[in-house]
């Protein structure tokens, strides 16, 4: 399908983008499909927003990458904006997810290492999640799926707990624990949040037994839940936070957030070479100011909620379930959902699957109303064949 030069890893439909508007898509044909994906998560102001593809613009023609030896005030200055926005001490500057997830990991190592020597090297993350495709990340996702023969061996020191299981927590933790890893809402897991008082439940366990807590918001973080981070609204104040996808509305960036007991790194202990760089910060710096305006985190509360209760109205029977937070939407069917994605995408719609029989919905937190009727009356058309 598709351009065969490209490796075909992403299973990928053939379909062909050449521009966009908004939370509309047209295709090389001039098809128009109205994006309830947003690259996966990442084009949380939609596309071509102005004020965003203004400041990339303008960087662009001031300064696109310096190395890491020095800094850039486009640079200083988000890093300040962020930190002082989220609550958080320090912060590294990547280019992924996956990279962002594997500094969170190096750091809690090294805490373990700092305070236990040795033995304090065991990471806890949780069944059905997913932490990124690299040897350790992926090793640490909590998806037998995603452990298949040919890839190993593994990296060792990670365990996995049931999400939500109370007994489990009665014996997760111990002196060998370094920290325990989760995300607050398993987005490719299926879309499934975590129960607020369990969370805040581990997140003690993990701390009384000299553990520090990681939140891998790759994917909540960045207004995508209703809230700036979506720990904040679990209450867990985690010691590490990781970002990435929305962080700098589509241009490749992650961030991998410490304060506390978590601040261990010094100069050395983690690089990227184009982590950060000025073009991806003026980026970034856009999302920001637009994602901390007042009224702006209500819309996305409101947008979710008006989605999720639409598709609740309709009493289809090939729907099990309407859950998410925000503008994370998982909508759990009776039958293979890629058939409904596919059937989805022939009309006129984008979205994605998560776990083995969920719809997900994450379109760009900007969208407009207009754009959300036309993407349920497809949705609709479709469940209801």
């Known amino acids: 399908m598709g351009n065969k030069q490209i490796l075909n890893n992403y299973g990928s439909f053939d379909v062909t983008f050449v521009k966009g508007q908004g939370s509309i898509l047209t295709d090389v044909n001039g098809k128009k499909y109205v994006d309830f994906l947003a690259g996966i998560a990442v084009n949380c102001l939609g596309h071509n927003y102005k004020p965003l593809v203004k400041a990339v613009a303008k960087q662009a023609k001031k300064q696109i990458h310096i190395c890491n030896y020095f800094t850039s005030d486009i640079g200083n200055e988000y890093a300040a904006k962020l930190l002082k926005a989220t609550g ?37 993350t949780l069944k059905k999640s997913f932490h990124g495709r690299p040897l350790t990340t992926l090793t640490a996702t909590g998806q037998e799926k995603f452990h298949p023969e040919c890839f190993g061996p593994y990296v060792e020191g990670f365990k996995y707990l049931e999400p939500n299981d109370w007994d489990g927590l009665k014996t997760a933790f111990d002196d060998t624990v370094a920290a325990v890893m989760f995300e607050p809402v398993q987005c490719e897991g299926g879309v499934l949040p975590l129960d607020k008082e369990w969370a805040k439940a581990c997140a003690k366990a993990a701390r009384d037994a000299g553990a520090i807590v990681i939140c891998d918001e790759v994917q909540t973080g960045m207004g995508r839940c209703g809230s700036l981070l979506c720990s904040d609204l679990y209450g867990v104040e985690p010691e590490v936070v990781t970002l990435a996808k929305a962080i700098a509305g589509g241009i490749p960036m992650g961030a991998c957030m410490w304060r506390g007991k978590g601040n ?42 008006y989605i999720r209760e639409t ?32 059937a989805c995408l022939a009309k006129g719609l984008l979205f994605s699957t998560a776990g083995d029989d969920v719809l997900r919905f994450v379109p760009p937190l900007n969208i407009s109303k207009k754009e959300i009727e036309a993407g349920l009356a497809i949705l609709k058309e479709v469940l209801s064949a």
Request: hydrophobic share 40%; charged share 20%; net charge neutral.
């Open 88 to 124: 958080f001490e320090g912060v590294f500057f990547g280019n992924s997810g996956a990279e962002a997830n594997e500094c969170a990991i190096k750091l809690a190592r090294k805490y373990g290492w700092l305070n236990g020597g040795e033995k304090r090297r065991t990471i806890i």
């Open 264 to 305: 261990v790194f010094t100069a050395g202990d983690h690089q990227s070479t184009f982590g950060g760089n000025p073009l991806a910060c003026a980026g970034a710096n856009v999302v920001l100011d637009e994602l901390t305006k007042p009224g702006f985190m209500d819309a996305v509360n409101e947008k979710g909620n």
């Open 311 to 342: 598709i609740k109205s309709w009493n289809l029977p090939c729907v099990v379930e309407v859950r998410g937070m925000g503008l994370v939407i998982g909508v759990q069917v009776k039958s293979n959902p890629l058939e409904y994605e596919k």
